[in-house]
């Protein structure tokens, strides 16, 4: 793609485009509320949590408990993604009845901080891709650009290389890391929303990290917080590796335009429902990306409008099985790491 940068023609189409997009979704009334939904998601996932629970206390102290951690890894996962759509003031239509939400959601229930990985977040959505400005590809334990490799060590580059294979074992450690940066980054801030964050924080750990030693045997405990902890990451790791990684960086992005800057660093999955289920609309990414505060539920629907919208002002649209997203994964990761060449919009 030439570059189209600061050409005032140009930007001006861009956002022509964006608002008869915005129109048609508007008309379609995809940006409405969608209470019945989440009323029935909310209720569906914390009766699974009780129920979880009260399996946890008939089974009793007996290795069949680490069947509750499997199932209690998925539904702290989906109190995530409840998280996550509150966050993006999906669910209410005031922030307050949101960041309630959100709270009991994120910090109570799947024990992060709410506040930290909205703000994290939105700069991720602001400059998606963009290196040095999307924290989601900032150089970590991992590398999504060439280069960034570079300033390390001898052992730090040498990992680099090889990091398309360390990605699943990283991603058993996401839940554990995610516990971590919160606590970090609530202990720099003050304040009684802060306050309010640590306290959720300590009720989550005493229910899910202590109170099954209280459950069953210290060994039997340990595993079944090890199990739960681990798959939980898994999960929320395997469902945002497709969103980005591997897609095309921008270059510079100014000129480009929110819709295809949006559009042509994102991937979708597959449209099934059971897809959507499992990642939490994510899969779904292009239209959460043009549209933030769009219902979960309504994103499928808002691709019927999307793809063909992309189709007919030549956009790349990318939309794939899942197995060939997390192979081009892969396959970016073994690339970045070892410096070759990866996409690039300009």
């Not at 995610?178 to 801030?189: D, E, M, P, Q």
């Not at 304040?191 to 990290?209: D, K, N, Q, T, Y």
């Not at 979960?296 to 997203?325: G, K, M, S, T, W």
Request: glycine share 8%.
């Amino acid at each position: 793609m030439q570059t189209e940068h600061q050409d005032p023609v140009v930007r001006l189409a861009n956002r022509q485009e964006f608002a008869e997009l915005s129109r048609q979704v508007r008309e379609g009334d995809l940006l409405a509320r969608r209470r019945g939904y989440y009323t029935i998601k909310i209720g569906t996932t914390v009766g699974a949590l009780v129920a979880l629970v009260v399996t946890a206390v008939i089974v009793g102290n007996s290795w069949w408990n680490l069947a509750v951690a499997v199932g209690l890894a998925v539904v702290l996962a989906q109190m995530g993604f409840i998280g996550h759509d509150a966050g993006h003031r999906q669910i209410c239509a005031h922030r307050r009845g949101n960041n309630l939400i959100g709270l009991l959601h994120a910090n109570l229930l799947t024990g992060f901080s709410f506040d930290w990985w909205l703000t994290k977040h939105n700069r991720h959505h602001a400059h998606t891709n963009s290196p040095g400005k999307d924290p989601d590809v900032a150089p970590g334990v991992l590398v999504y650009v060439p280069g960034q490799a570079d300033t390390r060590g001898w052992f730090g580059r040498s990992f680099a290389r090889g990091q398309a294979f360390a990605l699943v074992p990283l991603l058993l450690l996401e839940a554990i890391n995610l516990h971590v940066s919160s606590v970090v980054a609530l202990a720099h801030r003050r304040g009684r929303s802060a306050l309010v964050e640590i306290a959720l924080l300590v009720i989550h750990v005493a229910v899910f990290f202590v109170a099954p030693f209280f459950l069953l045997s210290p060994v039997r405990a340990a595993v079944f917080v090890a199990v739960t902890q681990m798959l939980l990451g898994l999960y929320l790791g395997a469902t945002f590796v497709t969103n980005h990684v591997g897609m095309p960086v921008p270059v510079q992005d100014d000129g480009l335009g929110f819709l295809r800057r949006q559009v042509l660093t994102s991937r979708n999955l597959s449209n099934q429902p059971l897809i959507g289920f499992i990642f939490g609309g994510l899969d779904s990414q292009i239209e959460h990306h043009l549209f933030p505060t769009m219902p979960r539920a309504n994103l499928r629907r808002a691709r019927e409008l999307v793809r063909p919208f992309c189709a007919e002002h030549h956009i790349d649209y990318v939309e794939q099985r899942p197995d060939r997203a997390y192979g081009d994964v892969f396959r970016h990761l073994r690339l970045a790491g070892a410096r070759s060449a990866v996409p690039a919009v300009r």
